[in-house]
Each structure stands twice: as C-alpha cells, then as structure tokens.
C-alpha cells in the first residue's frame, strides 16, 4: 500500500525559508508525477505545484519565484523549497500522488 509522509513545517516569520520534503512508501517502480496543494482555514484545498516524471515543473502563479519543487527518485521523495515566505502562505501543505495525499504539514509565517 502506498502511503505519503510530509514532513518540515513550522514556524517561520515573513520572508524566511522552509522546506518540505514528501516520502512515498510502499512497493512502487516510480514514485511518478507529483503534486503539492494546501489549504488555508475557511478556504478551499488549492494547487501549490506539481513535478512530471521528468523533473518538468509548474507552480501557482501566487507561489512563481518563490517556491522550488523537485524530486530525488532514489529516495523516493519530493521536496518544496518556499523562500520569500508570507503570511498568505500559512496553511497545511499537503502531496499528492495519483489519488493519494498525505496526512499534510502545518505552515504558519507569522511575526
């Protein structure tokens, strides 16, 4: 059964950097394309990025320059590099795969 962990969320102030790294287990060849969403209190799950099995990207126009995706399939694992973070990014940032999420991370940029 394959199942996704988020992990590297916190506590950061505005303009400071996280980054979240998503490991996929179970028996998989590939870990495939993947994606990440979040979502903020009272608001609805939206898509952040997303990462094809080539290591192509595309992001959020809300997150463009600030946010880098990348994957290392050795590991297993994609990772979200946030820099130039605001308080508009505080939310659970969740990854996706095919149909399955994880249980997401908790982001809160706050001073």
């Known amino acids: 059964q394959v199942q996704l962990v988020e992990s590297g969320g916190g506590l950061v102030q505005p303009g400071g950097s996280l980054r979240l790294s998503c490991a996929v287990s179970?028996?998989?060849?590939?870990?495939?394309?993947m994606d990440w969403y979040r979502q903020a209190p009272g608001k609805e799950r939206e898509f952040v990025a997303m990462?094809?099995?080539?290591?192509?990207?595309n992001y959020a126009d809300s997150v463009k320059g600030r946010f880098t995706m990348s994957r290392d399939n050795t590991k297993k694992s994609v990772y979200l590099q946030m820099n130039s973070l605001k308080p508009e990014d505080t939310a659970v940032y969740y990854c996706?795969?095919?149909?399955?999420w994880g249980q997401g991370t908790q982001v809160t940029v706050s001073s």
């Open positions: 990462i094809s099995v080539g290591g192509i990207t």
């Open positions: 996706r795969r095919a149909s399955i």
């Open positions: 179970g028996t998989i060849f590939s870990i495939g394309a």
